[in-house]
Nanobody, 127 residues
Framework: QFRVAESGGELVQSGGSLRLSCKFY????????LGWFRQVPGKEREAIAC?????????KYSDSVKGRFAIVNDNVDNTLFLQMNSLSPEDTAVYYC???????????????????WGQGTQVTVSS
């Protein structure tokens, strides 16, 4: 069964950094795009980053994280990473990664483009 799983969330001080992981199970990472999202209780899920499939040439970021977050494609163990720098309390949220249903997809900052979601990992940034 296809699934993805996030890890790496924890408590960090303002200004610090974290690297989240998103591992793909039972399907090859290289053929699928990936999206990163986050959600705060009582608010809508926010799309923050995405990467296109295959050549990985297209990467997009939301304005809220641009210049601070980066998708890292080390192609290790069927896993992609989200490097988060200069964290602030406003970045506190549950972070999710998601994969689409079909291969060779574009980079989409839209939750409706994704079929497979992880369980989420909590990131808490203290002031």
């Amino acid at each position: 069964q296809f699934r993805v799983a996030e890890s790496g969330g924890e408590l960090v001080q303002s200004g610090g950094s974290l690297r989240l992981s998103c591992k793909f199970y039972n399907f090859l990472l290289d053929y699928y795009g990936l999206g990163w999202f986050r959600q705060v209780p009582g608010k809508e899920r926010e799309a923050i980053a995405c990467i296109s499939a295959s050549d990985r040439r297209i990467i997009k970021y939301s304005d809220s994280v641009k210049g601070r977050f980066a998708i890292v494609n080390d192609n290790v163990d069927n896993t992609l990473f989200l490097q988060m720098n200069s964290l602030s309390p406003e970045d506190t949220a549950v972070y999710y990664c998601a994969a689409p249903k079909t291969m060779f997809t574009k980079c989409e900052l839209d939750a409706d483009a994704y079929e497979y979601w992880g369980q989420g990992t909590q990131v808490t940034v203290s002031s």
